[in-house]
């Protein structure tokens, strides 16, 4: 059964750093473009970032731009969210996902992009 499973998430304060992993198992998602995304209480999921299958190309939103980076590792089917400096306003649950097939004509920003996605982690980050 295809599954992603995110975790990594925790209790952090502001200024610290946390990474989080994304594990895909049931399938290989290495040729995919994989994201991930974040919901705080009240708000809409939005975009966090994206890399690419081979990933030689990432996107961030730029709330998150030179503090998250994005990696992957497709000899173990994981995409890791690396988070330094983090603020209270990055409290949120993140949710990774991968891209649906066949590839979608939406922006890679928006969740309508993604066709799996993983339970999420929880990220709190106190002042």
């Known amino acids: 059964q295809e599954q992603l499973v995110a975790s990594g998430g925790g209790l952090v304060q502001a200024g610290g750093s946390l990474r989080l992993s994304c594990a895909a198992s049931g399938r290989t998602f290495s040729t995919y473009v994989t994201g991930w995304f974040r919901q705080a209480p009240g708000h809409e999921r939005e975009f966090v970032a994206a890399?690419?299958?081979?990933?030689?190309?990432?996107y961030y939103a730029d709330s998150v731009k030179g503090r998250f980076t994005i990696i992957r590792d497709n000899a173990k089917n994981t995409v890791l969210l690396r988070m330094n400096s983090l603020k209270p306003e990055d409290t949120a649950i993140y949710y990774c996902?991968?891209?649906?097939?066949?590839?979608?004509?939406?922006?890679?920003?928006?969740?309508?992009?993604?066709?799996?996605w993983g339970q999420g982690t929880q990220v709190t980050v106190s002042s």
């Open positions: 890399i690419s299958w081979s990933g030689g190309n990432t």
């Open positions: 996902a991968v891209e649906r097939t066949p590839p979608p004509v939406t922006p890679l920003t928006s969740i309508d992009s993604y066709g799996y």
